[in-house]
């Protein structure tokens, strides 16, 4: 592994940047197959660290009046804003998005922050007067203390920033763990919040892999855990930290599923199809990797989608010149159990009818890619219509009616997104009423919520009680005292009847 001129990638703790010494995770550029960074290993001694500086700044960021907490967002929003096109870069060269892809991304996590920024509303509590004589009632949310944030590697700045803007808002102090594949961005968004006028111990970054999360979740001064990631670390990562005391919300994996009617707009219904499946080369929680067509929408749909997936130019992301529609996957290993996965599916019997795994990009040999896929006459049975694929795959599973796509849909042990594109309002009635998904598209095939909503995974999708985003993310960051209070009237010496 070469060491010279690779990205910094340094801890963040009480305020200092540290760099460690000791050879960590390598951080690859996807497009092109080399190093650009290590990430740290950084274990219970940073974690100890990172956590008491952050316990240490809670009660002075706590006793913070909301309005100016809101402020540090106002001039963070700003500096995000001004510095989008860096941000954007940075994403695209360690996570291998296309700089479009990079900038929508950006703007759901820049809604993150805005929505932060009403923390003095968002924070209001309830009174009722005179619950009994002379005694009133009011509610009051109250920050917990330590909270920490672990995120996935396929959202390099909007899952990070799902967390930590309302955390803090909210009068947390907070300690980052970014994935070790895509670190990079991470420390430029939290440069960037320093820059803002973050307060010392308020923001700690650590990174590292299993051991690190392992002395997150052991800490006993950790309040909070907000994880995404993969289901099975989910689960490890919701008992572990339930077990110890911790309130915990966390995001797991995913299979959405897109029905296509008969009375569906062929046209909107590909393209949306096509961008659900394809885009940011399906490396998404909430990408549409299975389209059930109804009736004689298979045969209708097939051929455009196949035409869709063969136009799509797959290439390397890291040079804002010529943009490709479609980058590479995260790893070269990833990719190959990708190829892996739809290899399975044809074995099993499913029909190649787009095929991407022959997909050569010309200047970048070395890059981790793969072409767009179609599988056809996909089963339930098979493994690549039961795993999470988290690739450019699309699978096709042909149905005879609305009935048999629910009850395939509802089959799943996940329950992240769904979507329906049909003309007829009872079709999709019955679809919104009855589909086992926390987040359902009615012609709209990516029903990822923003900020304002809570972003609603059922099932193996998610672990926990109160979500991320919106209200419930508020709810999730704050704890309720309810005041009860009765003040003695009648006194001879009342200063107020004088
Ligand atoms: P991952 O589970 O491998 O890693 C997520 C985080 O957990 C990383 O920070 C990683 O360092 C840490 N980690 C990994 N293994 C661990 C272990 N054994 N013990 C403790 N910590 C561990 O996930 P990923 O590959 O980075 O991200 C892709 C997954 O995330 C997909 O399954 C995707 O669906 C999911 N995801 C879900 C949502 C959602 O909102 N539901 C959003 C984005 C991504």
């Known amino acids: 592994m070469t060491t010279t001129s690779l990205h910094p990638c340094p801890h963040f703790i009480g305020g200092e940047w540290i760099h460690s010494k000791d050879a960590g995770y390598p951080v690859y550029n996807p497009s092109t197959g080399g190093v650009i960074a290590e990430s740290p290993l950084g274990g219970a001694s940073e974690v100890h660290a990172a956590v008491e500086a952050a316990a240490a700044a809670f009660p002075s960021w706590r006793d913070t009046p909301p309005v100016e907490r809101a402020r540090l967002f106002f001039r963070y929003r700003h500096l995000v804003e001004e510095n989008f096109d860096r941000i954007c870069s940075c994403i695209a060269l360690e996570h291998g998005k296309t700089l479009a892809e990079a900038r929508g991304s950006l703007y759901r996590g820049l809604e993150n922050i805005e929505y932060a920024c009403g923390i003095p509303s968002l924070l209001f509590g309830d009174t009722l007067e005179n619950i009994a004589r002379n005694v009133d009632c009011e509610t009051m949310l109250q920050p917990l203390g330590v909270s920490v944030g672990i995120t996935p590697f396929n959202f390099p700045a909007m899952v990070p920033l799902w967390m930590f803007p309302l955390a803090v808002a909210c009068g947390n102090t907070f300690v980052l763990k970014p994935s070790e594949k895509v670190p990079l961005t991470a420390v430029l968004l939290v440069e960037l919040l320093e820059k803002a006028g973050l307060p010392t111990g308020v923001l700690n970054v650590v990174h590292g892999g299993r051991e690190c999360v392992d002395a997150l979740l052991a800490h006993p001064k950790v309040r909070t855990i907000s994880f995404v990631g993969s289901s099975p670390v989910a689960r490890h990562i919701y008992e572990t930290g339930t077990r110890n005391g911790k309130r915990v919300q966390a995001n797991g994996g995913a299979k959405n599923y897109i029905v296509v009617m008969p009375d569906a707009d062929v046209q909107r219904s590909v393209e949306a199809l096509s961008t659900a499946a394809f885009g940011c080369a399906g490396e998404r929680c909430m990408a549409g990797s299975t389209a059930l067509t109804v009736g004689k929408a298979s045969d209708v749909i097939l051929p455009h989608l196949v035409e869709a997936a063969r136009s799509i130019k797959v290439g390397r992301t890291d040079t804002p010149i010529s943009q490709p529609d479609m980058g590479p996957l995260i790893t070269g290993a990833h990719r190959d159990r990708v190829l892996g996965l739809v290899s399975s599916g044809e074995r099993e019997g499913a029909v190649v009818a787009c095929d991407g795994r022959g997909v050569r990009v010309a200047d970048a040999p070395g890059g981790f890619f793969m072409g767009a896929t179609v599988l056809d006459h996909v089963r339930d049975s098979m493994a690549v ?114």
């Open 385 to 498: 219509a039961r795993e999470e694929i988290f690739g450019p795959v699309l699978n096709v599973m042909r149905m005879e009616d609305l009935d048999q796509a629910i009850e395939l849909a509802n089959r799943s042990a996940y329950g992240n997104g769904a979507a329906i594109f049909t003309s007829s309002g009872g079709a999709a009635r019955e679809f919104k009423h009855r589909v086992k998904a926390g987040m359902v598209g009615i012609n709209v095939g990516v029903p990822a919520t923003m900020a304002m909503f809570p972003f609603s995974g059922w099932d193996a999708s998610f672990f926990g009680d109160l979500h991320i985003q919106g209200r419930e993310a508020v709810q999730f960051y704050t704890q309720q005292k309810v005041v009860t209070s009765r003040w003695f009237g009648g006194r001879v010496d009342d200063v107020w009847k004088k």
